[in-house]
Structure formats: C-alpha cells, structure tokens
T-cell receptor, first 117, second 115 residues
Framework: AQTVTQSQPEMSVQEAETVTLSCTYD???????LFWYKQPPSRQMILVIR??????QNATENRFSVNFQKAAKSFSLKISDSQLGDAAMYFC??????????????FGTGTRLTIIP | EAGVTQFPSHSVIEKGQTVTLRCDPI?????LYWYRRVMGKEIKFLLH????????ESGMPNNRFLAERTGGTYSTLKVQPAELEDSGVYFC?????????????FGEGSWLTVV
C-alpha cells in the first residue's frame, strides 16, 4: 500500500518570501501521479499542482513549483512570493496510474501554512 | 458552474444518533468519492461511485456507514449509530470519467462532531 508523509504539521512564512513544504511517499509502482491540494479555511479544497511520475520536468503553476525527486520519493512544493491568500492547509496526495477510472487518492496529514504580514 | 456542494456544513450529534450527509457533485460528473479526515490525521478514502454503482468501498470503516447515490446524481452518507470516533470532516469529490488527466473537484466538507 502506498503512504504519503508530510513531516511539517505547521509552517509560517513572511509575506513575499519563499517557503517549501515537504512531502515524501512510499510506493512500489513506477507510474503514478502526485498532487498538492490547498484548503483555505472554510473553503473548498482545490488542486494547486500535479506531477506525472513519468515526466522528469518539474511542474510549475505561476508562483507554485515542485521539486520531484523520483528516486528519493520526494515531492516538495515551493511557493514563491507568498501572499496572504496562500494561507491554508496543504495536502500532498498520491494516485496510482494503474487503475483507470478510479482516481482514489492517498493523502498526507497536511501542513498548515501561515502567512505573516 | 456550481461546484461540489455538501450539506450540512456542520453537525453536532450525540453518540448513538443518526446523521445523514449529502453531496451534490458537479453536473455531469459520473465519479463521486467520499473521503474522511479525522482531526490531525490524513484524509482517508471511503468509497467511490460510478454513476449509481459502488465501484470501490474498501475504505468504509464498518457497517454503521451506508452510502447511496440515487439515480447517479446526489449521494448520501449515513452514519447509524454514530460513535465518538466518527467525528471528523467528511469530504465529497467528483470528476468526469476520462482516460487521463482528470481533475477531481472537492466540496468544502461536512464537519461532524459526535458528543
């Protein structure tokens, strides 16, 4: 079974600075997807960024980028130029590519990110 | 376009009572998922519907939990009788059935407190 570990329950960063959230995972599969989801207080959880394991290039979405190290099974999220609206709970998630039609996600325990004005 | 909506947003019930959570997926989404997060722990998969059929219910904790999806539209998750350890946030998510590159959309969650 796959597991996802987020070792930082809480993180804080000064507005406009850069912060990196850590995520490691364990799997015996070679083909899979990794995700970072964000849940602001009392709001829907939304997808921040996704990475296909077969792609060597790290995914980027505006101020959000990942450092995907497949051999090390590490998938960290970097947020550049942090903004107040980035304050949220961030979840790292894994999905196997083996099961077509079933996007069952395995999540980590989450990291609560606080932005300091 | 309306997102995934869940009701109620918060519920406080006594141990032994029954609670029913409802999820309305995005229109046209055949995949519907239920997840649960017990405070401080990871979000765990409960079950997956494709239209009205249960595709995978391997995450359902026990037979006190009953999920249905009437006509392949909205879904309900009933907990009967509720126990203290059932407290947590119940998330619903939906997606279209596609080959690859699918995006899963989550609701805001239903917070359940059993006292």
């Amino acid at each position: 079974a796959q597991t996802v570990t987020q070792s930082q329950p809480e993180m804080s960063v000064q507005e406009a600075e850069t912060v990196t959230l850590s995520c490691t995972y364990d799997t015996s599969e070679s083909d899979y997807y990794l995700f970072w989801y964000k849940q602001p207080p009392s709001r829907q959880m939304i997808l921040v960024i996704r990475q296909e394991a077969y792609k060597q290039q790290n995914a980027t979405e505006n101020r959000f980028s990942v450092n995907f190290q497949k051999a090390a099974k590490s998938f960290s999220l970097k947020i550049s130029d942090s903004q107040l609206g980035d304050a949220a709970m961030y979840f790292c998630a894994y999905r196997s590519a083996a099961n077509f039609g079933n996007e069952k996600l395995t999540f980590g325990t989450g990291t609560r990110l606080t932005i300091i004005p | 376009e309306a997102g995934v909506t869940q009701f109620p947003s918060h519920s406080v019930i006594e141990k032994g009572q029954t609670v029913t959570l409802r999820c309305d997926p995005i229109s046209g989404h055949d995949n519907l998922y239920w997840y649960r997060r017990v405070m401080g722990k990871e979000i765990k998969f409960l079950l997956h519907f494709v239209k009205e059929s249960k595709q995978d219910e391997s995450g359902m904790p026990n037979n006190r939990f009953l999920a249905e999806r009437t006509g392949g539209t909205y879904s309900t998750l009933k907990v009967q009788p509720a126990e203290l350890e059932d407290s947590g946030v119940y998330f619903c998510a939906s997606s279209q059935v596609r080959l690859t590159g699918n995006t899963i959309y989550f609701g805001e969650g239903s917070w359940l407190t059993v006292v």
